[in-house]
């Protein structure tokens, strides 16, 4: 297809490599659970009705509207490499970073940089969000300075990955072991919900 909004980056026998790693990482990493924006956090799939709770039960609370999110499975999100601190108005070291220090993010830094080499498309990042089981909604990524780079890691089926492109027409790619490159800040996109095992997705840009 044409004036696609994503472009399939190939890989050789050393971004073979670094998945592995990556991937052998994440399994044993300890991501938390953790309510992302708004706008991301509707499609992910709702808690069993035993243990959901009503309008009603909440309504006494000071922001009574945020039940929603109560009676939502809450996605496991990282950020590595840098993050920007709101408070102080600066860029800070990622809490993952500052504990366990740069090895992870410097593994999924030059594997991005191994593929804008073999792609020939010049790609860099200075942060990434590692997600476990997040299935997003639709949105743009408003303060990504870059195209991102997303890829897909582990054994689960289907949750492929919407991208609209300037027509807002959907575009579907499975980005299991594929990664993709696209502009977040752009065109919207959202992942779609995937069964059986365990859905990793890195995506990596500048800030």
């Known amino acids: 297809m044409e004036n696609e909004p994503a472009t ?88 993952h970073d500052r504990d366990y220090g740069t090895y992870f993010f410097k593994l999924i830094r030059n594997f991005i940089l191994h593929l804008g080499k073999i792609n020939n498309v010049d790609i860099d990042c200075n942060t990434a969000t590692l997600n476990k089981d997040f299935v997003c909604s639709k949105h743009k ?19 492929e990955t919407i991208i609209y492109d300037d027509d807002d027409v959907p575009c579907k790619y499975n980005i299991n072991n594929t990664p993709i490159m696209f502009d977040g800040a752009k065109y919207y996109h959202e992942v779609l919900p995937f069964k059986n095992g365990t859905r990793y997705s890195i995506v990596s840009y500048m800030i």
Do not use: W
């Not at 309504?59 to 590595?80: D, G, M, W």
């Open 8 to 95: 399939i980056l190939i890989l050789d026998d050393e971004c073979k490599i670094y998945l592995e790693k990556i991937y052998k990482y994440l399994k044993v990493l300890k991501i938390p659970r953790g309510k992302r924006n708004d706008d991301t956090m509707r499609n992910q799939p709702a808690k069993p009705l035993e243990k959901q709770i009503t309008p009603e039960s909440v309504a006494h609370l000071k922001h009574p509207n945020q039940y929603l999110f109560r009676n939502i499975i809450l996605p496991e999100t990282i950020p590595v490499g840098i993050r920007y601190n709101y408070y102080k108005n600066i860029y800070v070291p990622s809490a």
């Open 141 to 159: 990524d408003k303060m990504n300075k870059s195209k991102s780079v997303l890829f897909g890691l582990g054994d689960y089926e289907d949750g």
